[in-house]
């Protein structure tokens, strides 16, 4: 294995889910700007916003539910429709 290719800035951050607000805290060496304060202990920790967890994904949900939070479906039909023509 080589040495010094992980990153050695691991902090506590509480990921969010935005379709259903369900949050978790867990390790990450993402940058935000964003804090949020974690219901489970009530410290204020760093908050990354996803679009979708193991809470709201079909495979774990057994629900065939397709969520478009921010129209990426459009988005990207807009952006190959330019391309195309």
């Known amino acids: 294995m080589k040495k010094d290719i992980h990153p050695k800035k691991y902090r506590p951050v509480v990921f969010k889910?935005?379709?259903n607000g369900y949050t978790f805290l867990s390790r990450s060496t993402t940058?935000?700007?964003?804090?949020?304060?974690?219901?489970?202990?009530?410290?204020e920790y760093p908050l990354v916003k996803l679009e979708i967890s193991n809470t709201s994904h079909?495979?774990?949900?057994?629900?065939?539910?397709l969520?478009?939070?921010?129209?990426?479906?459009?988005?990207?039909?807009r952006r190959y429709e330019k391309k195309a023509k």
């Open 67 to 77: 969520v478009d939070t921010a129209g990426r479906i459009d988005k990207f039909k």
């Open 31 to 43: 940058e935000t700007k964003e804090t949020i304060v974690f219901d489970g202990d009530g410290q």
């Open 58 to 65: 079909p495979f774990y949900t057994g629900k065939n539910v």
């Open 17 to 19: 889910d935005m379709s």
